[in-house]
């Protein structure tokens, strides 16, 4: 069969040829697969840079897509080993995945539900959201972020603020939801909110927390930090004195800090807001067999991977 194949962790993956795969376990079936995002985790994966790489050279990246079962059954996937879903076939655990509407847009899927899945997790699993809260999320026109926005009103909030270094790109988001927009200099505008969701972190993330919580009117009303992303460092200066000057708790969300059985637990419902349009999808269909030359493109749309 046909696949992305990781050789190097300096260098793209290459289209070529690459074991057909096997089933090993009681529990594993062979899929073929449909529809595979390109998401960050496959790319921090790919290069050895994200804290979960594990996987010996060579190996096939890819940790979510739609697939078809042995039954013709759609299933949205989601895998955690050396052969991922960048390539035409791939083997599943069954109870790692969700069985889709057989009407069902795997392009639509594959693209969110990653993106969509971190904010909704870390929502529902993290942290004890509750209806009327007022959110903040940093790092908003991204794919992850632009979900955000929907899936917190969604979930009940009752204003969110979409925060971005584009001051233009970051004021559409009132289309899908955001009752207000901010530069990321501007965050201590939004410094009575009851959380925020940070895709940031490093230095920006820095000056905001500093700035709200000196700017917090109630400093004794508890503020959800919830760390998901990291775009603009792996680290973040906190002076102490935040800590102890307001009722600050920071929490991150992602693999580890959330089991596989709460992520997992997820997943129907997610499905069902992915597919009934729910939340907006910004999707773009690429041939597997451009997946070098496209590895490394910069674009608002998630590029999916057609086998």
Request: charged content about 20%.
């Amino acid at each position: 069969m046909h696949a992305a194949v990781v050789t190097s962790f300096d260098a793209p993956p290459q289209y070529s040829e690459y074991p057909t795969p096997v089933a090993q376990e009681k529990n594993e079936m062979v899929v073929d697969v449909l529809a595979a995002g390109l998401h960050p985790l496959v790319k921090a994966r790919a290069n050895g840079t994200h804290y979960s790489s594990t996987g010996p050279l060579p190996f096939v990246p890819g940790v979510d897509g739609v697939v078809r079962d042995q039954h013709g059954n759609l299933r949205y996937a989601v895998l955690d080993s050396d052969l991922g879903t960048l390539a035409e076939q791939t083997v599943i655990d069954p109870r790692r995945s969700v069985v889709l509407p057989g009407d069902v847009d795997p392009v639509r899927i594959a693209a969110a539900m990653n993106p969509a899945m971190s904010s909704w997790v870390a929502l529902r699993r993290r942290i004890a959201f509750q209806e009327g809260q007022r959110v903040l999320v940093l790092g908003a026109t991204g794919s992850a972020g632009r979900m955000a926005v929907q899936i917190a009103k969604q979930f009940g909030a009752a204003y969110v603020i979409a925060a971005g270094r584009n001051a233009s790109r970051v004021a559409a988001l009132h289309d899908l939801g955001a009752d207000e927009t901010v530069t990321l200099d501007l965050a201590a505008r939004a410094a009575d909110v009851d959380v925020v969701i940070d895709y940031v972190w490093g230095e920006p993330s820095a000056r905001a927390m500093t700035a709200m919580i000196t700017a917090r009117r109630d400093r004794g009303a508890s503020l959800d930090w919830i760390q998901i992303g990291s775009v603009a460092g792996q680290t973040i200066p906190v002076h102490s004195s935040l800590l102890r000057a307001a009722r600050l708790q920071i929490c991150g969300s992602g693999i580890g800090s959330v089991s596989s059985r709460d992520f997992l637990a997820e997943l129907p419902e997610l499905a069902v807001a992915v597919h009934t349009g729910v939340i907006d999808v910004q999707a773009r269909p690429v041939p597997l067999a451009q997946v070098t030359e496209t590895w490394s493109a910069q674009m608002d749309d998630r590029i999916v991977y057609l086998p």
